[in-house]
């Protein structure tokens, strides 16, 4: 059934709401300062080895990640198209300059010197927060960021439970990455454990939220 303009601008509104609630999550994983996302780790290898191969200066961890992002787009439009969405551009542009914005304001929460048992509660939140928002994201159904959209496509598929998809997924991009030279730490292993299941959990409530948004806003 085609969407109408009103329907698709409204789930385009709770996706950017959910993005930037996730981002919030991933901003507060970042200045833990406790290793790197998953994706981000995979970012890391391959823009190190690309970089050593052919010695592309101009190359950067942000172009690295943006041509990763599209070359996943690239690959579902021969697997399955329908999972590429307005929403998926979105996702994968508009990361990047909302961790900024939230950066400024929590940005004095990063100090590596500070103790261990101070960072991993922030680390923690993080974690909660961007699994939060990405079931957001997910059932706003109008796109989804890169990690989930590998991960919603091999669940869809294989018709196995999303929190353990994500999971794998996780695992394959850190252990891919750690091959080709990226670095992690206790933070990486945290959230490659931990969001896929707390997203599982927030599903089917987030399912409940978003369609009662759409619905009062309609």
């Known amino acids: 059934m ?25 901003t507060l994983f970042l200045l833990a300062d406790l290793g790197a996302d998953p994706f981000n780790v995979l970012v890391q290898g391959i823009f190190r080895t690309v970089r050593e191969m052919t010695g592309w200066e101009v190359l950067t961890h942000g172009y690295t990640h943006i041509a990763i992002c599209f070359l996943i787009i690239v690959v579902l439009l021969f697997v399955d198209r329908s999972y590429i969405k307005i929403g998926t551009l979105l996702c994968m542009i508009c990361g990047g300059p909302i961790i900024d914005f939230f950066t400024c ?12 048992w101070f960072k991993l509660p922030i680390l923690a939140a993080g974690c909660v927060i961007l699994a939060f ?21 091999i669940s869809d598929k294989s018709h196995w439970k999303f929190s353990i998809v994500r999971v794998a997924v996780d695992v394959c991009f850190v252990l891919a990455g750690f091959l080709l030279g990226g670095s992690f730490g206790i933070g990486t292993i945290v959230c490659a454990c931990l969001v896929g299941p707390v997203a599982g959990f927030f599903l089917p409530r987030s399912e409940k939220m978003v369609h009662r948004i759409l619905g009062s806003m309609s």
């Open 133 to 153: 928002g990405m079931t957001i994201v997910i059932k706003s159904d109008a796109g989804t960021g890169p990690n989930d959209l590998v991960a919603l496509v």
């Open 105 to 116: 304001f929590l940005n004095f929460l990063f100090v590596p010197e500070r103790p261990l």
């Open 2 to 26: 085609k969407r109408t303009v009103k329907e698709t601008l409204l789930r385009v509104i709770v996706l950017l709401a959910g993005l930037t609630i996730a981002h919030l999550g991933v």
